[in-house]
């Protein structure tokens, strides 16, 4: 259909979602001092939950033929498999990927980041940006922008 | 070097359709999109440009030209409208999020003189949106 010029032009394409999870933070590796002057009120062993809005940023050519860089219910249907019935409703502590890491946001982003990498291919992952609150949000795009 | 980001909102009604495709190609890749009676959206546009702060205005850019380039160009020829029937670069090409960001970027490129354009960022919605830098 599209003849032009624009065929081969690169986009950002993001998405938001939405799940909910509690979590601890909480480091074998400290004392219980130590995690209560690190991690404050988040130490609390009940754990505590948030709602988390994560972006999903992917980039390419956009398709000549659908005017797409990918089909969002590709993406979507992705995200609802690999991520969010993974973590909705869940406690991350339980998690395999947090059985020795601590399930802070920055954690988060990172797991998040490498599913997508690992499992989602129609497009390329730019970059994974949580908000765990209003006031606090963590992007991670890879190792080599660390 | 300093960004500055001017807000707009247009709304408009589309379609997806591609006439290469079978009923059914379009169909099973657009899904509910197709529907050619159109269906619409309240967009957000986003422009950022960037640029030195001009020792004298204070200014990277007059904010009042901006908006009168981001109205004649972008706005008039967008809000309200039916994209596929009235605005020329969809009668060739689809009007995803995607080429919005382009077509929005193609025409206000070359009517920005004293700043430059850094980026387009188009909100279909306020779950999806599409960021433009002018790449090839």
Redesign the interface.
């Given at each position: 259909?599209?003849?032009?010029e624009?065929r081969?032009?690169?986009?950002?394409?993001?998405?938001?979602?939405m799940f909910s999870a509690s979590h601890r933070l909480h480091s074998d590796q400290m004392s219980a001092e130590e995690n209560r002057a690190t991690y404050g009120k988040c130490n609390n062993p009940y754990g505590h939950g948030h709602n988390y809005l994560v972006e999903v940023?992917v980039s390419g050519p956009?398709d000549?033929?659908?005017?797409?860089?990918c089909?969002?219910?590709d993406l979507d249907g992705f995200v609802r498999t690999h991520i969010l019935e993974r973590y909705d409703h869940q406690n991350l502590n339980l998690l395999a990927e947090f059985v020795k890491e601590v399930p802070t946001t920055e954690n988060l982003c990172i797991a998040i980041y490498e599913i997508v990498k690992r499992g989602f291919h129609n497009a390329h992952l730019e970059k994974i940006r949580i908000e765990e609150t209003m006031m606090n949000s963590f992007e991670y795009s890879g190792e080599s922008s660390r | 070097m300093v960004y500055l980001t001017r807000k707009a909102e247009f709304s408009a009604s589309h379609y997806y359709h591609n006439p290469d495709f079978t009923p059914d190609e379009n169909q099973r890749i657009f899904g509910k999109c197709n529907n050619p009676n159109g269906h619409g959206h309240n967009y957000t546009l986003e422009v950022t440009v960037k640029g030195a702060v001009d020792p004298k205005s204070g200014f990277v850019v007059d904010l009042k030209q901006l908006k009168d380039v981001m109205s004649r160009e972008v706005l008039d020829a967008l809000d309200h409208r039916f994209l596929n029937k009235e605005v020329p670069e969809f009668f060739t090409s689809i009007p995803t999020t995607e080429n919005l960001a382009i077509v929005i970027w193609q025409r206000l490129a070359p009517k920005l003189n004293a700043a430059q354009l850094h980026r387009v960022r188009v909100y279909e919605t306020p779950d999806l949106f599409v960021d433009f830098y002018g790449e090839a």
């Open positions: 259909m599209v003849k032009r624009a081969s032009m690169k986009a950002h394409l993001t998405r938001r979602y940023t956009v000549d033929q659908t005017g797409m860089v089909n969002l219910v | -």
